[in-house]
Nanobody
Framework: QVQLVESGGGLMQAGDSLRLSCAAS????????MGWFRQAPGKEREFLAH????????LYADSVKGRFTISRDNAKNTVYLQMNSLKPEDTARYYC????????????WGLGTQVTVSS
């Protein structure tokens, strides 16, 4: 069982940068693909990015490509989401998730961290 705890959210202004962190425990962190998602009020959860166990493979949603960067530190059991040039439409609750490489669904989720971007 993997436990995920996100941190780093807050109230930001348009154009700001912010780095979210997700600390994992209870499992072999390096065995998992890690992903970031977000959900805004009244909207479905949206995939943002994922990263393979060694960081060699990353994938981004078009909506954040070029602005957000996912990375991981296996020594710290932590995955990050660097968010630049924040926009009001980035306002959402941000979640990290973990899945095994062979899984087609995300097996573990954190409780999320809120990011609010004002114009």
């Amino acid at each position: 069982q993997v436990q995920l705890v996100e941190s780093g959210g807050g109230l930001m202004q348009a154009g700001d940068s912010l780095r979210l962190s997700c600390a994992a425990s209870g499992g072999a962190f390096r065995a998992y693909y890690m992903g970031w998602f977000r959900q805004a009020p009244g909207k479905e959860r949206e995939f943002l990015a994922h990263i393979s166990w060694n960081g060699g493979i990353t994938l981004y949603a078009d909506s954040v490509k070029g602005r957000f960067t996912i990375s991981r530190d296996n020594a710290k059991n932590t995955v990050y989401l660097q968010m630049n040039s924040l926009k009001p439409e980035d306002t959402a609750r941000y979640y990290c998730a973990a899945r095994l490489p062979t899984s087609t669904s995300w097996n573990y989720w954190g409780l999320g961290t809120q990011v609010t971007v004002s114009s």
